[in-house]
């Protein structure tokens, strides 16, 4: 199987070359298939890999040299473990469906062959980033993955706000992205420094066994380990989208809706996380660093749960789900969770994707129209869209025996009973838990429910989507249902699969206690259950049939609501105290340091001193010999005086 595993990545590398050069020859149709195949393919060979894992352990490829430099050796080496199994498992086959999508999604765009290179080249970099060996390898795929992302949020680029929008995640994830690169050359420098110019290596096998270094080394006044640790989650929070770098994903919905499902529901989003269990024995020596990952992840999903409450844009309303739910895993992993936040990792792939590519559904009928006001009624023409989001709704929720109950159960348990957790990381999450519930229920009852409040124009378009966009929704919608089977928890009589399977990457694991007796067990669940039923059960009584009652409420507490659907007035705030400082900063550099020192005084400056002189000196050349003879005798006279008087000196 090591000899298959460069397929993985390289079937969607060779279909994007596919789409961007050959298929502009073909109709265009070809390019969508061969994308969808080249995915497709990609997600047997890493099915087929994957149970490999689960039969016979770790696979490795070795396909060369990359970097040989003093101490520093860096191979292009893949590698497929429980946890990397996982990741491909989810990229290529989300992935797989939501290629399927797009064939009808964008059958009659422009753009078409552009879109599915593009597509087919940011599975490439995922696919590196989770395959990667070593901390520079997954550096290119997660590079990789913020060009393609910057590429397809700006898809549109014709669309001035949409180029924004594109520009704005490619700067706020560079900020991270630095922050990375510090934390992974101070693992290297502290080895070279320890253990001299041959002991550097930033292989994640060979980091694991110098975790004692890290752990005892000290930098700063804090270990090596917890400062690289920081640094790296730096990296994290612009990639997954925490606190305080975020704010460029819910612009990023400008992007072709498929786009949303894939970048920022299912994969790119979740870098953040799979690093962070990646580089689980640094973590786990570092308390600290723990402790910054568990609040900054419950604060980020508590804060991004109360904007989406009041927003009234289907994709907006699902983009800060998505941040809130990223800020779920980053809380099982900051108190010790692993596989719980991968588990969530994988069910959000299904119950978010699976309702991105149903806000896309709807859209599509809409004739483009994402105000969730403009909608209603919706389930008599969308029946297969109408269920299948309530599916992922309910999901999303944490309706009793779906996927999302059981791996946020787990999270919340983690969070109350983990040595590094505590009840007010407990009180963040279940508020969390009863918003996203109520959010989610909000939506899917404005959008479907009640009568239609759209337009005459839009509801005699209305239709249904084609095959190709609802059969991903209807298998989507069976994952998000039975997607919880593979962390199915011990009351039920199981031996929770997903935690098993993870065992081995797990290096230096916090044991989290599981409740004493089964009853203990059910009981946590059916709290859990009470609270996500309290929030649908709320949304669905007030919302669309109470619609004067919701607006009359907004408008008592007009100000706590004008503050949920401005975000808080962040944005505001990063251009009044970032942007703008940055552009007066930039202005003054132009003018002065290169408008003056480098262009008046440097470029400029020489260039009309020289042509000066030069003009100087043409008035003397008349062309008339008498001036010749002239300036010939004052010059020698010059001369000869010079050498007088030096020789008079001497």
Known sequence: MADSLHWIPLLPLLGALFCATVGRLLPKICSGVVAVLAVGFAAAVAFGSAWHVHEHGAIVSRMGDWIAVGPLKIGIDLAMDPLSAVMCAVVTGVGFLIHVYSLGYMAHDAGYRRYFAFLNLFTFNMLVLVLAKNLPLLFVGWEGVGLCSYLLIGFWFEDPAKASAGKKAFIVNRIGDAAFVMGMLLLFWTQVQATGVTGGSLDFSDLQEKRSLFETTSWGGWTVGTVAALLLFVGACGKSAQLPLYVWLPDAMAGPTPVSALIHAATMVTAGVYMIVRMNFLYTGAPAAMAVVAWVGASTALFAALIAITQTDIKKVLAYSTISQLGYMFLAVGVGAFSSGIFHLTTHAFF????????????????????????????????????????????????????????????LWAAWQSPRGGPALLVLGGLTAALTAFYMFRCAALAFLGASRASEEVRHHLHESPPSMVLPLLLLAVLSVVGGALGLPHALGATNFMGHFLEPVIVS????????????????????????????GFALWLYPRKLALAESWAGSWRRL???????????????????????AFSFVCWKIGD????????????????????????????????????LLWAGGAVVLGAFLWLGGFA
């Open 509 to 536: 694991p916090v044991e989290i206690p599981h409740p004493h007796t089964a009853l203990a067990e059910l009981g946590w669940m059916g709290a859990a259950s009470a609270v996500a039923l309290a929030g649908m």
């Open 561 to 583: 609501h004008a503050l949920s659907s401005n975000k808080f007035y962040v944005d505001e705030l990063y251009l009044l105290f970032v942007v703008l400082p940055l552009r």
């Open 352 to 411: 978010k994707g699976l309702l991105f590519l149903g806000a896309g559904s709807v859209i599509h009928a809409m004739s483009g129209e994402q105000d969730i006001r403009k909608m209603g009624g919706l389930y008599r023409m969308l029946p297969y869209t109408c269920c299948t989001f309530f599916v992922g709704a309910a999901a999303i929720a944490g309706f009793p025996l779906l996927s999302g109950f059981f791996s946020k159960d787990e999270i």
């Open 595 to 630: 408008g003056l020192m480098i262009d008046g005084a440097g470029v400029h400056g020489i260039a009309g001193a020289v042509k000066g002189g030069g003009n100087a000196t043409t008035s003397l050349q008349t062309g008339n010999v008498q001036h010749s003879a002239i």
